[in-house]
C-alpha cells in the first residue's frame, strides 16, 4: 500500500489534568459540537491518534483525548511501542491478560465521559477505543451518557489461548448491562477490525455480536493475501496507521462510517 495515514501535531489542543476514580491523567480537549472522547492507541497520542483527532474535529465534535500511556505527539517506532506494552502488561489499572475483568481504567473513563457530556450539546457523547483500548469503549458505555460506541480492533485481553481470544475485554457484569441498554435505550456499538488481525481475532467480535446481537455493527476489512485495498497481513490499525484520504479506500471508508455513526447517535434530527 502506498502513500501515508494522516497525521497531525499538538497545536492548538489544551490540556489539563483530570482525576477520576482515584486516577489523574492529562487530557487534551480541542474543538465545538458534542463530545466524543477518543481513546489513544498504544503507544499513545501519536501523529496518527492526532490525524483521527483532528478530522473529528473538523467534522464538528468536541474531542477529548486522555494520555493514559506514552508521550504525547511523540512519532511511532517499534523500541517505542514495545516498551510501552511492556509497561501496560503489567498494569493494574488495564489487567491486559485478565477474562471477565473489570478494568479501573474503565471508571476513570466513565467519569471523563460524564464530565464531557455536562458540558457539550447533544443528549449524550460518543466513545472510541483503538487496540489496546478498543474494548475501553465498550465498558464507558455502561454509563447511559455514552450514546454511541466504537470499538476499532479492540486487543485486550491479549489473546492468549481460546478463553482471551473470546473474551469481550470487560467483565459479564458490566457486559450485561450494556446488552440491557441497547433493549431500553437503544444503545448501539460499532466495532472494526482487519480480517487476519491475529491481535483482535474474529472470536472476540462473535462473543458480542451473540450477546448484543444487531446492536453491534461490525466493520470487516479484507486483509487476506491479495486483497483489493492492498492491506498487508499485519494490518491492524483501521482508522489510523491504515488509513490513506483517496476516494474509494476502504480504511478512509470505515473512517466515514465512524464519523456517521456518531452523528446518527449524538445529533438529535
Known amino acids: 500500500m502506498t502513500g501515508s495515514a ?9 490540556s489539563a489534568p483530570f482525576t477520576g476514580a482515584g486516577i489523574t491523567h492529562d487530557v487534551y480537549e480541542k474543538g465545538d459540537g458534542p463530545g466524543v472522547v477518543l481513546v489513544p492507541e498504544v503507544p499513545g497520542i501519536s501523529p496518527e491518534v ?9 467534522q464538528g465534535f468536541t ?18 511501542s514495545a516498551g510501552t506494552i511492556a509497561r501496560l502488561c ?14 479501573p481504567v474503565a471508571d476513570y473513563l466513565r467519569e471523563l ?16 477505543g483503538m487496540c489496546f483500548t478498543g474494548g475501553f469503549a465498550l465498558a464507558t458505555a455502561v454509563d447511559e451518557v455514552v450514546l454511541a460506541s466504537v ?16 473474551d469481550p475485554g470487560l467483565s459479564q457484569d458490566e457486559l450485561a448491562t450494556v446488552a440491557d441498554r441497547t433493549t431500553a435505550s437503544g444503545l448501539c456499538l460499532l466495532g472494526l477490525r482487519f480480517s487476519a488481525d491475529r491481535m483482535c481475532p474474529p472470536d472476540r467480535f462473535a462473543t458480542l455480536r451473540e450477546r448484543l446481537g444487531d446492536a453491534f455493527e461490525i466493520i470487516e476489512l ?20 491504515e488509513v490513506r484520504e483517496e476516494p ?4 478512509l471508508a470505515a473512517r466515514e462510517r465512524v464519523v456517521e455513526f456518531l452523528r446518527e447517535r449524538l445529533i438529535p434530527g
Not at 498487508?232 to 483501521?238: L, Q, T
Not at 474509494?248 to 480504511?251: E, L, N, R, Y
Request: charged content about 15%; hydrophobic content about 40%.
Open 151 to 166: 470499538l476499532s480492533q479492540p486487543a485486550v485481553p491479549f489473546p492468549v489461548g481460546g478463553a482471551r481470544r473470546r
Open 63 to 80: 474531542v477529548v483525548i486522555p494520555s493514559l500511556f506514552g508521550t504525547p505527539g511523540r512519532p511511532v517506532t517499534g523500541p517505542y
Open 248 to 251: 474509494g479506500h476502504p480504511a
Open 6 to 14: 494522516p497525521t497531525s501535531e499538538l497545536s492548538g489542543w489544551k
Open 222 to 241: 479484507d486483509s487476506s493475501p491479495g486483497n483489493a485495498g492492498g492491506f498487508g497481513r499485519a494490518a491492524h490499525s483501521v482508522l489510523t496507521a
Open 50 to 58: 492526532l490525524g483521527l483527532a483532528d478530522h473529528l474535529v473538523e
Open 113 to 128: 465521559a460524564r464530565d464531557l457530556a455536562a458540558r457539550t450539546p447533544g443528549p449524550g457523547v460518543g466513545v472510541i
Open 90 to 103: 503489567v498494569s493494574a489499572e488495564f489487567r491486559a491478560f485478565a477474562t471477565n475483568a473489570h478494568r
